[in-house]
T-cell receptor, first 113, second 113 residues
Framework: GESVGLHLPTLSVQEGDNSIINCAYS??????FIWYKQESGKGPQFIID?????DKRQGQRVTVLLNKTVKHLSLQIAATQPGDSAVYFC????????????FGSGTQLTVLP | SAVISQKPSRDICQRGTSLTIQCQVD?????MFWYRQQPGQSLTLIAT?????????ESGFVIDKFPISRPNLTFSTLTVSNMSPEDSSIYLC??????????FGPGTRLTVL
């Protein structure tokens, strides 16, 4: 039969502005939450992770926030650059899963000049 | 980190045929995984490739359709058997070097006619 691809949520930001990408997760018993960046034609690239006992973690130009109460994860990118244009996925490692990742649906980020 | 290569990078195949995808890592790793990414969608775990034993498959994936080999700690293959157009996807292998850091190969883009 015909397969219909999903349309990824999209986010467009002006170059230099900050970006916030959101993700809702369902498994409250996950050990780690991870953000990946996937550029066209490439595999996902690890950006940053956060352990389930943390609320916030900062990296270079990126910050991940974890709100366990509402099962929400966000990725903030400061001073967004054209090279940040990609699809961003959140992923989680459920407890006891032998390290397999469960991926969220993804967001297409487009940086406008 | 780990450097991962996949062969082939892309292929166009006829319905009913099979394709074997190779994944090579530049260092010995314990855990190797195979994912499928259908057009415009997120990644779904197919199986965990176990060295020296049978792969562990996720719900919805079976060994007859996706046989996997893992002869050593740096190499694995995934075969997509008796292909149909619904198998058109990107197939990615990944490895993890620690509990929360998983690295992905560039993917194999498969089109089935």
């Amino acid at each position: 039969g015909e397969s219909v691809g999903l349309h990824l949520p999209t986010l467009s930001v002006q170059e230099g502005d900050n970006s916030i990408i959101n993700c809702a997760y369902s498994n409250s018993a996950s050990d780690y939450f991870i953000w990946y960046k996937q550029e066209s034609g490439k595999g996902p690239q690890f950006i940053i992770d956060i352990r389930s006992n943390m609320d916030k973690r900062q990296g270079q130009r990126v910050t991940v926030l974890l709100n366990k109460t509402v099962k929400h994860l966000s990725l903030q990118i400061a001073a967004t650059q054209p090279g940040d244009s990609a699809v961003y996925f959140c992923a989680e490692i459920p407890s006891g899963s032998a390290r397999q990742l469960t991926f969220g649906s993804g967001t297409q980020l487009t940086v406008l000049p | 980190s780990a450097v991962i290569s996949q062969k082939p990078s892309r292929d166009i195949c006829q319905r009913g045929t099979s394709l074997t995808i190779q994944c090579q890592v530049d260092s010995q790793v314990t855990m190797m995984f195979w994912y499928r990414q259908q057009p415009g969608q997120s990644l779904t775990l197919i199986a965990t490739a176990n060295q020296g034993s049978e792969a562990t498959y996720e719900s919805g994936f079976v060994i007859d359709k996706f046989p996997i080999s893992r002869p050593n700690l740096t190499f694995s293959t995934l075969t997509v058997s008796n292909m149909s157009p619904e198998d058109s996807s990107i197939y990615l292998c990944s490895v993890d070097t620690s509990y929360n850091e998983q690295f992905f190969g560039p993917g194999t883009r498969l089109t089935v006619l």
